[in-house]
């Protein structure tokens, strides 16, 4: 059993950075594959990035590549999400999720623990 828990979210302005940080417990971190979701008001949730277990593979959501990045620190048992140049469109709740074994990354469904998310708020 895997435990998340993210933070780092808040309210900014368009154009500034944020770094979201999801701590996992509970379970062999390298062997988990992570991804980042968020869900804004009445629509469904998206895949933003996702991260093989050694780092060596990572995945963007079209919308945000070029500014989000990726990355994990296994020895801390942590995934980040550096977000730049932010948009109001980037206004979202912010969920970390874990799988032990996807076939790809993008799928809702293809993990098994979720974090209880980090509200990402963007002025313009």
């Known amino acids: 059993q895997v435990q998340l828990v993210e933070s780092g979210g808040g309210l900014v302005q368009s154009g500034s950075s944020l770094r979201l940080s999801c701590a996992a417990s509970?379970?062999?971190?390298?062997?988990?594959?992570v991804g980042w979701f968020r869900q804004a008001p009445g629509k469904e949730r998206e895949f933003v990035a996702g991260?093989?277990?050694?780092?060596?593979?990572?995945s963007y959501a079209d919308s945000v590549k070029g500014r989000f990045t990726i990355s994990r620190d296994n020895a801390k048992n942590t995934v980040y999400l550096q977000m730049n140049s932010l948009k109001p469109e980037d206004t979202a709740v912010y969920y970390c999720?874990?799988?032990?074994?996807?076939?790809?990354?993008?799928?809702?469904?293809?993990?098994?623990?979720w974090g209880q998310g980090t509200q990402v708020t963007v002025s313009s």
């Open positions: 509970g379970g062999t971190f390298i062997r988990y594959t």
């Open positions: 999720a874990a799988a032990y074994s996807v076939r790809t990354v993008e799928p809702v469904n293809a993990y098994d623990y």
């Open positions: 991260i093989s277990g050694s780092g060596g593979s990572l």
